[in-house]
């Protein structure tokens, strides 16, 4: 059996409360102790993390792997890579992929490519409706059977509100979470940038706030009404974190997650038409970004998320609104977690809940925390290491990235998932 | 990663490399592309004005030619249709004496980046100078700009709601020929602020050159959001908003406005935004009409205006071929020495040799 001791590390545990230095003992794919050396342990592997800290791996709540019908802006195998690299041990793939995640057979599809891919913890969102066109209720519960973790629309919106309706009424009949991104069709008009001063210069066809937090408000009035569990995904806004904070505090079973780059990008560093930027829901304002940060602190907000969109350099290539939208962003989701918490956003603890324990809670997982019994999935970084942003560093199949070039802090040397070392820089 | 490799392959150029508005401008703070009125100063709009100016005269020659760009090969590339702006690209390249090849290449809003990627590749490899751009898509003059060859000059002649920054230069060089002077003048710009190019660079141009006032009247609906942002003040009220203005710059309402719900119909706007002899009477008795064509007599016009004599309309189309003019010899460096400061140098220095 497969002994790991990781030594000397600091270990930041939040669920458990654990914040100090010391070992991790793991055997047979599970966490056995963080505190003393077990009985008769006999450590086949040590991994020396002076200097270093230790937490739970990350679990991203939404992630696109491409592959299938999109295998040409990335591959299952490139971004698994990624994904380790970045300390993601447990991710949820959204149900955009093509085909559509509204079958088993599909959801077993994607079952084999994970294990192809070496990296089993891939989850997957079932497509709430039938190839998400918003008209006809998926098989639910024949998705949850064959292990959809959530039921959701993706990045399209669900228009007809009766429709809505009953898809959470029958989700909540199945006890099936629903991630749902607001977005409200009509009032998104197509939009390519925030609906601000940038995009009023530019002349970019833009998206008001009131597309996401109309959209929010009415799920809101759904969610109690059907009794429907729901978590908010990819938050852009103000009024958005003002509005969940007053539907958690009113007693409604919700929560939220943000993407990082939202975190810190704003309308006003988008190079004028470079694509990297083009992202959705887009880059707000300054105001934004300060609520958003405020609701992580306040745990209104309790994820982050990567919302990884990996894309070919000819989606990338043209006019800014006919480019597609998204951002490869698994990579720096560390670093850019670190950095909020360099600039005092959020405590350390805080930043490592987010991408843990608080979306395992989310997913009702029995993992995100380093609690004896439970799935050896670690990630070992390094909080002060520089490390830039280019080709030989990176490595999703998809460079698009705003943040491309630059130098971040903190660096993954670790990921191991199920007791596995599955990535060492 | 295969990926990698073929990244590595590509043409220099085709990187994801961010934009920036000094892609407008060669190392020597020269004009290099044209593409919007943002991020030029006050001295470079003043070099367009006074260099068109010295090519005013060109046209009114028996030949009406001067030879500044002999030997250069200029794409009119035209993804929308368009007939006098082509027109008189086509004609102030011919006049510069330069080849002209047109291309209007019908696409639509959803056709992809390697197409627009593919065409400026291929025309590149016919060895060509100068691409004269029109575009649906805001950014794609820049997109193009950027990607395209180090030796060839990009001219934007209007890319979706972004920028019609030739457009702008043209007025501007109207109202210049008119009122001399920018500092004293109100400005009045009404109609289809949202949807309009020509709106965005003429703010720009107006208050780069220093204009007292830039006033938009439309109702809310054709307002794109925190316009105050671009340097305006904002009236909903065309005879209210028309008080003290010197400069009436009306903009085309498209029919697809109605259409898309933002307004209820062609004779409420002109009812309430349609310029009117009366509704005139309340800008400056000396103001001046101007429209970028093409116009909708009895939609946002009254054909008393548009043919009055408060009007400049046809000025402005003549005056569309020296701007032209000025502005490509400027960005392919062929103007013998830094105009500006003296007008008349080039057409009489080249005029004088044909």
């Given at each position: 059996m497969n002994q790991i001791r990781i030594d000397h590390g600091r270990i930041i545990d939040p669920a458990n409360k654990i914040d100090r230095i010391g070992c991790v003992y793991i055997s047979g794919g599970k966490i056995i102790s963080v505190t003393d050396e077990p009985a008769g342990f006999k450590a086949d592997t040590v991994i020396d993390a002076g200097g270093q800290i230790v937490c739970p791996g990350f679990i991203d709540l939404s992630t696109r792997l491409r592959d299938m019908g999109?295998?040409?802006?990335?591959?299952?195998?490139?971004?698994?890579?990624?994904?380790?690299?970045?300390?993601?041990?447990?991710?949820c793939l959204q149900p955009d992929t093509?085909?559509?995640?509204?079958?088993?057979?599909?959801?077993?599809?994607?079952?084999?490519?994970?294990?192809?891919?070496g990296y089993p913890r891939i989850y997957t969102v079932g497509a709430l409706t039938q190839k998400l066109e918003g008209t006809e209720l998926s098989a639910m519960l024949s998705l949850k059977q064959a292990g959809c973790i959530a039921v959701g629309n993706a990045n399209q919106p669900v228009r007809n509100l009766l429709i809505l309706r009953r898809a959470m009424e029958y989700a909540a009949s199945h006890d099936l979470l629903m991630m749902f991104r607001p977005n409200d069709f009509?009032?998104?008009?197509?939009?390519?940038?925030?609906?601000?001063?940038?995009?009023?210069?530019?002349?970019l066809p833009s998206i008001p706030?009131?597309?996401?937090?109309?959209?929010?408000?009415?799920?809101?009035?759904?969610?109690?009404?059907?009794?429907?569990?729901?978590?908010?995904?990819?938050?852009?806004?103000?009024?958005?974190?003002?509005?969940?904070?007053?539907?958690?505090?009113?007693?409604?079973?919700?929560?939220?997650?943000?993407?990082?780059?939202?975190?810190?990008?704003?309308?006003?560093?988008?190079?004028?038409?470079?694509?990297?930027?083009?992202?959705?829901?887009?880059?707000?304002?300054?105001?934004?970004?300060?609520?958003?940060?405020?609701?992580?602190?306040?745990?209104?907000?309790?994820?982050?998320?990567?919302?990884?969109?990996?894309?070919?350099?000819?989606?990338?290539?043209?006019?800014?609104?006919?480019?597609?939208?998204?951002?490869?962003?698994?990579?720096?989701?560390?670093?850019?977690?670190?950095?909020?918490?360099?600039?005092?956003?959020?405590?350390?603890?805080?930043?490592?809940?987010?991408l843990s324990a608080n979306p395992a809670r989310v997913l009702r997982l029995n993992s995100g925390a380093l609690t004896p019994g439970f799935s050896a999935d670690v990630c070992i970084f390094d909080p002060k290491r520089d490390w830039q942003i280019n080709s030989e560093n990176w490595k999703s199949q998809g460079i698009n990235t705003p943040f491309w070039g630059q130098t971040l802090t903190g660096r993954v040397t670790h990921t191991l998932q199920e007791g596995m070392v599955i990535h060492r820089l | 990663m295969t990926y990698k490799a073929e990244l590595s392959s590509l043409p220099a150029q085709t990187k994801l490399m961010p934009f920036g508005y000094n892609l407008q401008l060669n190392a020597e703070g020269k004009l290099k592309h044209f593409l919007t009125i943002e991020g030029l100063d006050r001295n470079l709009l003043t070099e367009i004005l006074d260099t068109a100016e010295s090519f005013a005269?060109?046209?009114?020659?028996?030949?009406?030619?001067?030879?500044?760009?002999?030997?250069?090969?200029?794409?009119?590339?035209?993804?929308?249709?368009?007939?006098?702006?082509?027109?008189?690209?086509?004609l102030a390249a011919t006049r510069l004496s330069a080849d002209v090849i047109n291309m209007n290449i019908a696409t639509s809003a959803t056709s992809k980046g390697e197409s627009l990627l593919?065409?400026?590749?291929?025309?590149?490899?016919?060895?060509?100078?100068?691409?004269?751009?029109?575009?649906?898509?805001?950014?794609?003059?820049?997109?193009?700009?950027?990607?395209?060859?180090?030796?060839?000059?990009?001219?934007?002649?209007?890319?979706?709601?972004?920028?019609?920054?030739?457009?702008?230069?043209?007025?501007?060089?109207?109202?210049?020929?008119?009122?001399?002077?920018?500092?004293?003048?109100?400005?009045?710009?009404?109609?289809?602020?949202?949807?309009?190019?020509?709106?965005?660079?003429?703010?720009?141009?107006?208050?780069?050159?220093?204009?007292?006032?830039?006033?938009?009247?439309?109702?809310?609906?054709?307002?794109?959001?925190?316009?105050?942002?671009?340097?305006?003040?904002?009236s909903h009220n065309l005879s209210e908003g028309l008080k003290d203005i010197d400069v009436v710059m009306m903009l085309r309402l498209q029919k697809e406005r109605m259409s898309s719900a933002l307004l209820p119909s062609e004779?409420?706007?002109?009812?309430?935004?349609?310029?009117?002899?009366?509704?005139?009477?309340?800008?400056?008795?000396?103001?001046?009409?101007?429209?970028?064509?093409?116009?909708?007599?009895?939609?946002?016009?009254?054909?008393?205006?548009?043919?009055?004599?408060?009007?400049?309309?046809?000025?402005?189309?003549?005056?569309?071929?020296?701007?032209?003019?000025?502005?490509?010899?400027?960005?392919?460096?062929?103007?013998?020495?830094?105009?500006?400061?003296?007008?008349?140098?080039?057409?009489?220095?080249?005029?004088?040799?044909?």
């Open positions: 999109h295998s040409r802006k990335a591959t299952f195998k490139s971004e698994v890579i990624a994904a380790a690299a970045a300390g993601v041990t447990t991710l093509v085909p559509v995640i509204d079958t088993p057979a599909v959801v077993e599809l994607i079952k084999e490519l994970a294990e192809k891919a009509w009032l998104g008009n197509n939009g390519c940038a925030h609906e601000g001063a940038v995009a009023t210069r530019y002349g706030e009131a597309a996401e937090t109309i959209a929010l408000a009415q799920c809101l009035e759904l969610a109690e009404l059907t009794g429907c569990r729901v978590h908010f995904g990819q938050l852009s806004c103000k009024r958005s974190v003002i509005k969940i904070h007053q539907a958690k505090k009113y007693g409604l079973k919700v929560s939220a997650d943000v993407a990082v780059h939202q975190l810190h990008l704003t309308e006003n560093d988008m190079t004028p038409f470079d694509s990297a930027y083009h992202v959705l829901p887009p880059l707000r304002t300054e105001d934004d970004k300060q609520y958003l940060r405020q609701g992580l602190a306040g745990s209104t907000i309790n994820s982050i998320c990567s919302d990884h969109q990996p894309h070919d350099l000819d989606a990338k290539l043209g006019a800014f609104p006919e480019t597609e939208p998204g951002i490869s962003s698994l990579e720096t989701l560390l670093p850019l977690m670190l950095k909020l918490v360099a600039q005092h956003a959020i405590t350390l603890e805080q930043g490592i809940a987010c | 005269g060109v046209s009114e020659h028996q030949v009406k030619k001067v030879p500044l760009l002999r030997g250069k090969t200029i794409v009119n590339l035209f993804f929308e249709n368009s007939t006098r702006t082509r027109t008189t690209f086509e593919d065409t400026i590749r291929n025309l590149e490899s016919m060895f060509v100078d100068m691409f004269v751009v029109r575009h649906a898509l805001s950014g794609a003059a820049h997109f193009i700009a950027q990607q395209t060859a180090p030796h060839i000059s990009v001219i934007n002649a209007g890319d979706g709601q972004h920028a019609h920054p030739t457009q702008a230069m043209l007025d501007m060089f109207t109202i210049r020929q008119i009122k001399k002077d920018f500092s004293n003048l109100r400005v009045a710009i009404i109609g289809d602020i949202l949807h309009s190019r020509v709106a965005r660079s003429e703010i720009q141009a107006l208050n780069t050159l220093g204009a007292a006032e830039v006033r938009v009247i439309a109702p809310k609906t054709l307002l794109p959001a925190h316009v105050e942002s671009l340097g305006v003040s904002v004779s409420e706007y002109f009812k309430c935004f349609g310029l009117t002899e009366e509704k005139l009477k309340v800008a400056k008795p000396d103001a001046i009409v101007m429209h970028p064509g093409p116009i909708n007599r009895g939609v946002e016009i009254d054909s008393k205006v548009a043919d009055g004599p408060q009007s400049v309309i046809l000025r402005q189309v003549s005056n569309g071929i020296a701007v032209r003019m000025a502005i490509m010899a400027m960005a392919m460096q062929t103007l013998p020495s830094a105009p500006g400061k003296s007008a008349s140098t080039p057409s009489t220095a080249n005029t004088g040799t044909m």
